[in-house]
Nanobody, 119 residues
């Protein structure tokens, strides 16, 4: 059974940094893509970025390029979302998700962690 557990959210001020973690368990993820998504109050859930577990290839939404970085630690089965220069509009619940490389949809989701950025 796949489990994704996010942690690291909190309340920060604009300009601060925060690192989210996503601990994955339940199977070998070498052929998975791990994604980060976020959902602001009253808005739809949107992709933040993703990383290929096998080669570390990353992709980012335009809104976070240059500020957010996704990385992975194979030994710990953990994916990270480093968020720098945070803005109030980054306030959202952040979710970690996983999909097999051949699939187009993310099948597994974490419970989410709240990030609040005050101005």
């Amino acid at each position: 059974q796949v489990q994704l557990v996010e942690s690291g959210g909190g309340l920060v001020q604009a300009g601060d940094s925060l690192r989210l973690s996503c601990a994955a368990s339940g199977r070998t993820f070498s052929r998975y893509v791990m994604g980060w998504f976020r959902q602001a109050p009253g808005k739809e859930r949107l992709p933040v970025g993703a990383i290929s577990w096998s080669d570390g290839d990353t992709h980012y939404a335009d809104s976070v390029k240059g500020r957010f970085t996704i990385s992975r630690d194979n030994a710990k089965n953990t994916v990270y979302l480093q968020m720098n220069s945070l803005k109030p509009e980054d306030t959202a619940v952040y979710y970690c998700a996983a999909r097999y490389t051949s699939r187009s949809t993310f099948d597994y989701w974490g419970q989410g962690t709240q990030v609040t950025v005050s101005s």
